[in-house]
């Protein structure tokens, strides 16, 4: 599951660093992927609603066994 949720970061990563940020996977357990967003997008405030709206709707679309996604 590890190796398809890092496939489905590499499509998500491009729009982040257009923004000056990136994403770091730290760890999936049970379902739950955990997610460092670095660069610009750690100290965005608009952080939260890009891990949800974004990063998690594309995840459950390409890894369907993704329950939810977090910050590391």
């Known amino acids: ?14 729009a982040l660093m257009a923004d000056g ?6 760890d999936v357990v049970d379902g739950v992927v955990k997610v460092r967003l670095t660069g610009a ?3 965005c405030p ?11 709707k594309v995840l459950k679309q390409q890894v369907p066994e993704v329950k939810s996604v977090e910050t590391a």
Do not use: F
């Open 1 to 14: 599951m590890r190796e398809s949720v890092e496939k489905a970061l590499e499509k998500i990563r491009p």
């Open 21 to 26: 940020g990136d994403i770091e996977l730290v």
């Open 41 to 43: 997008c750690g100290g």
């Open 46 to 56: 608009m952080s939260q609603m890009t891990l949800k709206m974004g990063v998690e």
